[in-house]
């Protein structure tokens, strides 16, 4: 398939620049035999008893960090990637690339070197021995380049999960934006059981596809950890006759990269999953995502679920009706199509 496949016009007017007021007043498309719009605190009404929610438990860290190069220019600084305790991959935005070895000086003076540069990503060395406590003094939110402003105190909060857990993220589990402990309490209440995976999202989630032939694009590498307890609960909920469904694209990549070892088992790993129509999943029978950047490998994913002819006509029905897109936009509640 080509990529122009996967290109669709968005008026910029419907790009969420900020989240709803409340998590669960995002609205919420349902396409059954005919598209449902409705309010995302109306989940249930779509859930059944038995059901199992899988979501990335992965928390954002303030990974957008400022200062200035020993020379003085201005840099921009953002974390992909911990390595250690006190050395980060990161890609760096200046007037003129800064060299390896030399020094970065952040807001707050502490320095950093560069060690290496490698594929448009630098190692760096910071003069710390908590990277994660030098970002929570100086980071900032690392929030997508299509909002348009800068973060502040709302998103600490609001661009990040309620059931975040584990740092290492640079960009929100989207998807999950939407639940409340209110809502996630009567879900239980009505039988739908949780469970987690940890995919720690990186920069490059936000990356166009650019090969004009999609199957020639390679994706970047996303570390993941499936724990036993859901591997478990999946079965059960299998062999109950309960129905899987993945919170979010990354939730998917998680389960259908363990998947491709044959039984789900237990896995701590990286994954550069690149799932396109053609795919066959082997987990996930429903899918809870948001709209997604046109020509993006998440589109691509999207169309792998549902096919292509109908996703491109659920995104029209979504613009027509002033649907919000996006990180900090509106959802989508989608079942497999078991017929592509």
Known sequence: MQLSDFDF????????????????????????????????????????????????????????????????????????????????????????????????ILENEVKAVILNKERGFYTLEFATDSLLNLLDKVGHIPLPPYIERADNEQDLSRYQTVF?????????????????????????????????????????????????????????????????????KIAQTKANGGRIIAVGTTAVRSLESAARHGTLKETQEETDIFIYPGYEFKVVDMLITNFHLPKSSLLMLVSAFIGRERMMEIYQHAINEKYRFFSYGDAMLLEKNNDL
């Open 164 to 232: 975040a857990q584990k740092d290492g993220a640079v960009a929100a589990p989207t998807a999950g934006l939407h639940f409340d402990e209110g809502l996630l309490d009567s879900l239980k209440t009505k039988g739908v059981d949780s469970a987690f995976v940890t995919l720690h999202v990186g920069a490059g989630t936000f990356q166009p596809v650019k090969t004009d032939n999609i199957k020639d694009h390679h994706m970047h590498s996303e570390y993941y950890e499936l724990p036993q307890v859901t591997v478990d």
């Open 9 to 104: 016009d968005l008026p910029e007017a419907l790009i969420a620049q900020n989240p709803p007021k409340y998590r669960t007043d995002s609205r919420l498309l349902v396409p059954q035999s005919t598209i449902i719009d409705t309010i995302f605190r109306n989940i249930g009404d779509f859930i059944k008893e038995g059901d199992l929610l899988v979501m990335n438990n992965t928390k954002v860290i303030p990974a957008r960090l400022f200062g200035h190069k020993e020379s003085g220019g201005k840099v921009e600084i953002m974390i992909e990637r911990l390595l250690s305790d006190n050395q980060a991959l990161a890609m760096i935005r200046a007037s003129r690339a800064p060299k390896v070895g030399s020094y970065l």
